[in-house]
Every structure is written in structure tokens, then in C-alpha cells.
């Protein structure tokens, strides 16, 4: 765990406020159908894209983020940030993107096991 890390987790607990400099992912495995999701850093799992302007700078990132479960099917995820870290472009191969309310949805369902909402 780095400094700033050990630093936020003693001023918030450990949890509850959303960190910015977080981008989460949420997918669906195409070929079992299993919910995953991935946290990026984005202190740290971006390579940069230098521009001219300093506003022409991208950050991308690719992700593989394999299901615990049914199967081991890799889903590949491309990220790119613009200059401010937010999300100017989306790929993704062996799956497909969820929101997180969806992402969500399907965990509780599969948690549920039959019982209605
Ligand atoms: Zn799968």
C-alpha cells in the first residue's frame, strides 16, 4: 500500500468516499455471462500520449479481466483519457459494458438466488 493510500484509509476509515483518481470498469463476460469489474488507477496504470498542447495529451490503458467463476475467458478492455482523466474513448473485446447500476443489478440477481426484489 503506497503513502497516500495508507493516508486516505486512516482519514476515511477504509471506506465510503469515492476516489477520483479510481476509474472503475464494469463488463460482462460474453461467454458465460458473468458480471466482472476492474479498477483502474489512474495515478498509476496510464501511459501517456504526449501532444503538442498539454491538452492534446491522452492517457490510455488496457485492462484483461478474467471471471473467478465459470470460465477463464479473458475480457480486454482499451481505456483513453483525455488530458484531465476523463474518458474520451471505450473498447472492449470477449465482453460487453455494463453501467453500474447494471453491473449491480446482476449481482443481485445471481446473490438472490430466486427471491423477488
Ligand atoms: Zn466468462
Not at 1 to 11: D, P, S
Not at 57 to 65: E, F, H
Amino acid at each position: 500500500m503506497g503513502f497516500w493510500e495508507r493516508v486516505l484509509k486512516a482519514v476515511t476509515g477504509g471506506k465510503g468516499v469515492a476516489d477520483p483518481m479510481i476509474y472503475w470498469v464494469y463488463v460482462r463476460c460474453e461467454k458465460c455471462g458473468e458480471p466482472l469489474k476492474a479498477r483502474v488507477d489512474l495515478r498509476n496504470e496510464l501511459s501517456a500520449e504526449f501532444g503538442e498542447r498539454r491538452e492534446d495529451t491522452v492517457y490510455t490503458t488496457r485492462k484483461v479481466i478474467i471471471g473467478s467463476g465459470r470460465c477463464h475467458a479473458p475480457v480486454e478492455v482499451r481505456l483513453t483519457f483525455d488530458w484531465r482523466r476523463n474518458l474520451l474513448r471505450r473498447e472492449i473485446s470477449g465482453g460487453a459494458f455494463l453501467t453500474e447500476a447494471e453491473y449491480q443489478a446482476e449481482i443481485g440477481r445471481q446473490n438472490s438466488s430466486g427471491e423477488s426484489l
